[in-house]
C-alpha cells in the first residue's frame, strides 16, 4: 500500500524477552483509520506485537514507524502521548479506585471533557450507572468497558486491544463491535488481536496473521473470510467454526 495509508508501520521487528526470541522480523502496516486484526494461535508473538509498539518491551532490532515518526527507542509514556493508547488483555483496572477515578486517571490534567464523557457513556451505558462504583466491583464485560473508556476519555489516532471478547458475553461482545465501528468513524485506527473469528471477520478491514514470531499472510478480511481452505491452511478452522 502508499506509504501515506499506513499509520503503522512495523519492519524487520525483532524482539527478544531474556533468552528468548519471540519476534522475528515482523512485518506489517496498520492503514489509517481502519480495523486491523491480527490473528495466530496462542503463543504466535501478538500479545508481544503490541508491547513492543507500546514500549512496554524494547525491539532488538528493526523499525517501528507512527505517523511518519520512528518511535521504535521511545519510552512507552512518550508513545502514549504522540497518540497511541493500549488495552491489554487483563484491563489494568485500579480495583480500589472508582470507574470516575479509574477514567480520570487517564484524562490529561485529570480533567474529563464532559461532552466527551457523554459520547462514551453512549457506547457504555453501564459505566454511568456504576460512576461511583470501585472497579474491582464490576463484571468482566463492565472492565473491559472501563478499559476502552480510558483509552479513548483523549482523542487517540491508533488504539491497541488484546483480546477484548475473552470470556464476555455475546451482548456484551455485540456492543464492543458497536463501539469500534463509531470509534473507526471517528477518525481512530484500530490494531486488534482477538481469538473469536466470528467476531472479527465482520469487524476487520484487514488482517494479519502470525505463526512463531512472524507474519505468514495479510491481506483483506472479507477475503479470508470468504475462503474456508484459506482459513483451515492458516489458523485451522474448519467450515462453520467460529472461533480460533
Not at 484500530?190 to 469487524?203: A, D, K, S, T, Y
Request: hydrophobic share 45%; net charge neutral.
Amino acid at each position: 500500500m502508499p506509504e501515506r495509508d499506513a499509520l503503522l508501520r512495523l519492519s524487520g521487528v525483532h524482539t527478544h524477552i531474556g533468552e528468548y526470541h519471540i519476534l522475528q522480523g515482523v512485518d506489517f502496516d496498520v492503514p489509517r483509520d481502519d480495523v486491523t486484526v491480527l490473528l495466530g494461535r496462542n503463543g504466535a508473538g501478538k500479545t508481544t506485537t503490541l508491547r513492543t509498539i507500546i514500549g512496554l518491551w524494547q525491539a532488538s532490532r528493526g523499525r517501528i514507524e507512527f505517523d511518519g515518526r520512528d518511535v521504535t527507542k521511545l519510552a512507552t509514556p512518550e508513545i502514549s502521548r504522540a497518540g497511541i493508547a493500549f488495552v491489554p488483555e487483563d484491563m489494568g483496572i485500579f480495583a480500589n479506585l472508582t470507574v470516575q477515578e479509574n477514567v480520570r486517571l487517564a484524562a490529561i490534567g485529570g480533567r474529563i471533557d464532559d461532552a466527551r464523557l457523554q459520547w462514551i457513556f453512549g457506547f457504555f451505558p453501564a459505566l454511568e450507572r456504576f460512576w461511583l462504583r470501585p472497579g474491582g466491583t464490576l463484571s468482566g464485560g463492565q472492565k473491559q468497558m472501563l478499559a476502552i473508556a480510558r483509552a479513548i476519555i483523549e482523542p487517540r489516532k491508533l488504539l491497541l486491544i488484546d483480546e477484548p471478547t475473552k470470556g464476555l458475553a455475546p451482548a456484551i461482545v455485540n456492543n464492543l463491535a458497536a463501539a469500534f465501528r463509531e470509534l473507526k468513524r471517528h477518525d481512530t485506527t484500530i490494531l486488534l488481536v482477538e481469538q473469536n473469528f466470528h467476531f472479527v471477520r465482520e469487524l476487520g478491514d484487514h488482517v494479519c496473521v502470525m505463526d512463531d514470531g512472524r507474519i505468514v499472510h495479510t491481506g483483506r478480511m472479507d477475503a479470508l473470510a470468504a475462503d474456508k481452505a484459506l482459513q483451515n491452511r492458516l489458523l485451522g478452522l474448519h467450515a462453520g467454526a467460529a472461533a480460533v
